[in-house]
């Protein structure tokens, strides 16, 4: 026969680890937020086009394809070659960008070729110092908790892509990760293959 006050101890020792571990859950989901924000896609994209576009080539201009119904050129080679990826047209007030940004879709960008018949050169007379026409792709989430959730990714990939001539493509696959003051930070740029239209 148990001694009494010994059922409440039994019941305490059973119950601490399992309290220790939603203690703990409950104060992970504070910290990490449970979606990936459209302010945070917006500051990776940022991230990783600065690292490109500032950095790395120190363009005085963006263009960006901003068409929601038909895929940049490059993006269309990536498409036809088997990458996946989700295309995002940007959100130029939120990407906040420190240079002059400006947009083109199909129609326009068809509309000028028509009018001009040095096509790409003339385009960039038109966007003097700019790195040719860019396209970006949603964030994808390289880390996830178990169940497939958002909470625990820390590490993201993104796609850029430029047009610079009818056959001038380049594409990167840029990976950043979130430092402790919630920061994207490049990892790594990997130029990705492109096939030859």
């Known amino acids: 026969m148990p001694a009494p006050g010994a059922a409440p101890a039994l019941k305490l020792r059973v119950l601490y680890p399992v309290l220790v571990l939603a203690l703990g859950a409950a104060l992970l989901l504070r910290l990490r937020p449970a979606t990936f924000s459209a302010r945070e896609q917006a500051a990776v994209q940022r991230a990783a086009l600065l690292a490109l ?3 790395r080539e120190h363009a005085k201009r963006l263009v960006f394809w901003s068409d929601t119904t038909h895929l940049s050129p490059t993006l269309q080679l990536l498409r036809d070659s088997g990458v996946p990826f989700e295309a995002q047209p940007p959100d130029t007030a939120a990407l906040a960008l420190p240079l002059p940004v400006h947009l083109e879709s199909l129609a326009t960008l068809e509309q000028q070729f ?3 018949p040095d096509g790409w ?4 007379a038109r966007y003097p110092a ?10 994808t989430l390289l880390a996830q908790s178990p169940d497939g959730t958002q909470r625990d990714a820390l590490s993201v990939a993104v796609i850029v892509a430029r047009t610079c001539g009818e056959h001038c493509h380049s594409a990167w696959r840029v990976t950043l990760i979130r430092d402790r003051r919630n920061v994207w930070q490049v990892r790594a740029i990997e130029p990705l293959t492109l096939p030859r239209d």
């Open 114 to 116: 028509r009018a001009e």
């Open 121 to 124: 050169e003339a385009w960039f």
């Open 130 to 139: 700019s790195s040719g026409l860019v396209a970006l792709t949603r964030p």
């Open 53 to 55: 576009f500032d950095a």
